[in-house]
């Protein structure tokens, strides 16, 4: 597609260039938003990877300066402030890029040619991934290995806020204040299959490990200064205060969200929230009201029992709001308004990090409508922002425990049945789980409201019976751990999860994994990280194939 639109004659000779195939966060997936983009007079021209948080800011400022925009894009606004600040200084393309640097919040990793200096690429990064190769006469940039293995296996890790001048077979590094660094150069064993996956064996693992950055970025999007601010997606003040009801639908993974999100907001916010399947949803003549809102949550936006729901709801004349990883897609293009997750590609069937960063959409929610219908106060809104803040990190703790969970996968990787056990939020953590060991072990399982367990289930607890119990909020945790008594007088072997402080599950369960403490509304976000590697490590001890489960598809675009 691209070589036969470049390849028509036309296309520009020469042998420095740069091209991005962008994962859209700003500005749909279009001709106009495509990259590279460049300065008005093409002095600058550069493609870009990451979220440039104050682009609408910065776009604000090189319009009063004389600029203009044919994009939606961050990108495009990037690339005019080298351009600004190249004119301005007239000190060349590294103060330009230093320049730019100070005064841009987000991430980024950036290339961009100059005009006056053929040949050459200069490149910029922070946070986002890039990597720089050298061969003979040659040199490469691209956000990771693979793209590059088969021209060079020597390559260099550019450091955050440093920058590169590459030219044939060079490149030289500067570091923010413009001075001269060396970096060492590092040779790639890896063979492009192997390095596509970051060093991974198996893409879902790689996607469980990008969790603490996802969820980042996708919080990041909304918070600002302090402050949640959702109004892009239609949350404004208003309409916060002035709904009476929600409708969180989706299928999956992403009806587990919503099923989290009802207890949180409920909680938080006081609103009643519905939850329904998609595919139920449709067909059950929903009863709904224009003051009510539909929310869709979906990672592929292409599902075709949520694309239903949307449109049933749409046709009753119900604002809808799709929560949406995939930028254009069909739900992100046809719900009322979006809030795009920032998980960025999710390759894996098994769902991760998308899971996660919904849950993060979720909570910036919950936490906006309880300010807006002041059922919290400004130092609880303040409080709750700040665990939001400090949540990626404490997801990266939690993916700490690996080698014990791998070694207790190993153990029972051949069960014939697993019970997910769980109360509250616990609940909706316990049917992700579930599905996760599903999906990928091939393994039955079942995740049960804990008080549930004894109008029936319990009659299947025999010895040996793996019962996990997820039990990470205080106001349950007794009436968990009394359930999981219930299940060991019945022979069950219980692995209990739950958060640091609450030891006594030792004395009850036969092996016990303690996830990092946060707000107990964010909870969900740490006690699935166990649960995705204990599905992950199982399948691998079963010999799956992790990535691509029998019988799934990543996106179930027919009824
Ligand atoms: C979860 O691991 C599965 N891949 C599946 O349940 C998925 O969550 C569901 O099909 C919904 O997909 P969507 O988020 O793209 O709409």
């Known amino acids: 597609m691209l070589e036969e639109k470049t390849n028509d004659g036309r296309a520009l000779k020469g042998e420095c260039g740069v091209g991005h195939t962008r994962w859209a966060t700003h500005g749909e997936p279009s001709e106009v938003n495509a990259h590279p983009h460049c300065s008005d ?11 440039i948080e104050n682009y609408q800011e910065l776009k604000e400022k090189m319009i ?56 050459e690429i200069y490149a910029a990064r922070k946070d986002s991934p890039m990597i720089i190769g050298v061969s003979e006469g040659e040199s490469y940039l691209a956000s990771d290995v693979p793209a590059i293995l088969q021209y060079c296996r020597s390559v260099y890790y550019i450091g955050n806020l440093e920058m590169a001048k590459l030219s ?13 660094i060396k970096k060492p150069l590092t040779e790639i064993t890896w063979d492009a299959e192997a390095a596509e996956k970051g060093g991974y064996e198996h893409f879902m693992m790689k996607e469980i490990h990008e969790q603490p950055r996802a969820v980042r970025d996708t919080l990041g999007s909304a918070i600002h200064d302090g402050a949640i601010d959702l109004a892009a997606a239609g949350l404004t003040h208003e309409v916060m205060r002035g709904v009476t009801q929600l409708h969180f639908v989706a299928c999956g993974s992403a009806y587990h969200v919503c099923m989290a999100a009802k207890y949180i907001i409920e909680d938080l916010a006081r609103l009643p929230v519905q939850v329904d399947l998609d595919s139920e949803f449709r067909y059950r003549k ?51 308004n979006v809030f795009y997750t920032l998980a960025g590609p999710e390759i894996a069937v098994a769902t991760t990090k998308a899971y996660s960063t919904q849950l ?4 910036l ?19 709750l922002i700040a665990e939001l803040e400090a949540l990626p990190e404490k997801i990266a703790r939690a993916l700490e425990d690996k080698e014990r969970l791998q070694w207790f996968a190993s153990k029972y990787a051949g069960v014939h049945d697993v019970f997910f056990l769980g109360r509250g939020l616990d609940y909706a953590v316990a049917l992700e789980g579930s599905l996760k060991m ?33 039990a990470t909020q205080t106001a349950l945790y007794e009436k968990m751990v009394s359930n999981m008594v219930e299940v060991k007088a019945r022979g069950g072997y219980l692995m209990g999860l739950t958060s640091s402080g609450h030891y006594s599950m030792e004395d009850t369960a036969d092996f016990t994994v303690y996830v990092p403490v946060t707000d107990e509304h964010f909870m969900a976000s740490l006690a699935v990280v166990p649960l995705q590697l204990m599905g992950y490590y199982i399948s691998m001890a079963r010999g799956l194939d992790v990535d691509k489960p029998r019988n799934l598809a990543k996106s179930v675009t027919v009824e």
């Open 168 to 180: 044939a077979g060079e490149a030289v590094f500067y570091n923010i204040d413009g001075d001269e």
């Open 41 to 51: 007079d093409m002095n600058v021209i550069g493609v870009h990877n990451g979220i």
């Open 365 to 383: 929610i919950a936490v906006q409508l309880a300010k807006a219908r002041e059922t919290i106060d400004s130092e609880r809104y303040a409080a």
């Open 438 to 470: 599903k999906e990928i072990s091939y393994i039955h399982s079942e995740a049960y409201a804990a008080g549930e367990l004894k109008h029936g289930t319990i009659s299947l607890i025999e010895n040996g019976t793996l019962v996990i119990s997820i």
């Open 64 to 119: 009063r300066k004389g600029y203009s925009f044919y994009s939606q894009t961050d990108t495009e606004v990037l690339i005019k402030t080298v351009d600004y600040y190249y004119k301005k200084y007239r000190m060349g393309p590294i103060d330009a890029l230093a320049k730019t640097m100070v005064r841009v919040r987000g991430s980024y990793a950036l290339a961009v040619m100059f005009k006056d200096y053929p040949g």
């Open 286 to 336: 929903p009863i709904l009201r224009s003051d009510e809102l539909v929310v869709i949550i979906s990672q592929s936006g292409e599902t075709a029992d949520s694309l239903a729901a949307l449109r049933e709801a749409k046709a009753q004349g119900v604002p809808t709001l799709g929560i949406v990883n995939v930028v254009g897609s069909s739900i992100a293009r046809e719900a009322d």
């Open 360 to 363: 993060a959409a979720c909570y």
